[in-house]
């Protein structure tokens, strides 16, 4: 029964997330793609399950976590699907301090930045989890 309640949690976590990351793209850039969809969705997954099992950690080290965790699922994600299939989805290569086009000083600095409302947000998801589960 707990590990179908984890599952829930995560599935909602998921989708989530990548609703949200895919509207944050589209604000900023016009557009998103269905890639971004899945990485906001693992992003939030791992960023809440780390959140809620180190709650004493200060708010650096977990704007550190976030930013690092953000930027190596982005440099993963944009290695399969700019690289290997070379759908384009983005290209940093313009940036200062890129790497292979995928990830940039630039975005990881924003990562950081944007961990802190996710921590915010799973400090409210981790209370709402909690509330249903104490409903029987």
């Given at each position: 029964?707990?590990?179908?309640?984890?599952?829930?949690?995560?599935?909602?976590?998921?989708?989530?997330?990548?609703?949200?990351?895919?509207?944050v793209e589209i604000l900023f850039?016009?557009?998103t793609h269905w890639s971004m969809?899945?990485?906001?969705?693992?992003?939030?997954?791992?960023?809440?399950?780390?959140?809620?099992?180190?709650?004493?950690?200060?708010?650096?080290?977990?704007?550190?976590?976030?930013?690092?965790?953000?930027?190596?699922?982005?440099?993963?994600?944009?290695?399969?699907?700019?690289?290997?299939?070379?759908?384009?989805?983005?290209?940093?290569?313009?940036?200062?301090?890129?790497?292979?086009?995928?990830?940039?000083?630039?975005?990881?600095f924003l990562w950081f930045l944007?961990?802190?409302?996710?921590?915010?947000?799973?400090?409210?998801?981790?209370?709402?989890?909690?509330?249903?589960?104490?409903?029987?």
């Amino acid at each position: 029964m707990v590990k179908i309640k984890i599952l829930r949690e995560n599935i909602i976590l998921f989708l989530f997330g990548g609703i949200l990351y895919s509207l944050v793209e589209i604000l900023f850039r016009g557009y998103t793609h269905w890639s971004m969809t899945v990485t906001g969705g693992l992003c939030l997954v791992i960023l809440y399950r780390h959140f809620t099992h180190y709650t004493n950690e200060s708010l650096l080290v977990k704007c550190f976590y976030g930013m690092f965790v953000i930027t190596s699922l982005e440099l993963a994600v944009g290695c399969i699907v700019n690289l290997m299939f070379k759908w384009n989805v983005w290209d940093y290569s313009g940036h200062m301090l890129n790497f292979m086009g995928q990830i940039c000083l630039l975005f990881s600095f924003l990562w950081f930045l944007i961990t802190i409302p996710v921590i915010w947000l799973c400090r409210f998801f981790s209370i709402k989890f909690a509330e249903r589960r104490k409903v029987p």
